[in-house]
């Protein structure tokens, strides 16, 4: 999964929050669904770790963290990038766009992107 896949998905969380919140205000005490949407992102992108059976605990450690880092990395990468965006708009004060307006500009920012 390329980065702009996975801004995609991190998009498509956070406007999945944003409904869940707005459920939970309009029906307080009611169980709201989890989809499982972060699970998901989380077993398509972090790759399988296949560790020799002789490794040691810090052999191990380093492995994993050769093999999860860049994902990790990219996934918390597109979650700041929609962070900041989403601070500066509220930052400026600015009340003619929505939280919803901004992720659907950033979703159409990355839907352009050839992912090359």
């Given at each position: 999964?390329?980065?702009?896949?996975?801004?995609?998905?991190?998009?498509?969380?956070?406007?999945?929050?944003?409904?869940?919140?707005?459920?939970?205000?309009?029906?307080?005490?009611?169980?709201?669904?989890?989809?499982?949407?972060?699970?998901?992102?989380?077993?398509?992108?972090?790759?399988?770790?296949?560790?020799?059976?002789?490794?040691?605990?810090?052999?191990?450690?380093?492995?994993?963290?050769?093999?999860?880092?860049?994902?990790?990395?990219?996934?918390?990468?597109?979650?700041?990038?929609?962070?900041?965006?989403?601070?500066?708009?509220?930052?400026?004060?600015?009340?003619?766009?929505?939280?919803?307006?901004?992720?659907?500009?950033?979703?159409?920012?990355?839907?352009?992107e050839t992912g090359e």
């Open positions: 999964m390329d980065q702009r896949e996975i801004m995609q998905r991190v998009v498509g969380i956070l406007t999945e929050s944003l409904e869940m919140r707005r459920q939970v205000r309009e029906n307080p005490g009611k169980q709201i669904a989890l989809t499982g949407a972060i699970s998901a992102l989380l077993a398509e992108t972090l790759p399988h770790i296949h560790l020799p059976a002789n490794a040691g605990g810090q052999a191990a450690a380093a492995i994993v963290t050769e093999e999860l880092g860049p994902t990790i990395v990219s996934i918390a990468n597109c979650f700041s990038f929609a962070f900041v965006q989403l601070a500066e708009v509220h930052d400026e004060g600015r009340t003619d766009i929505s939280t919803t307006d901004v992720l659907r500009s950033i979703s159409l920012r990355f839907a352009g």
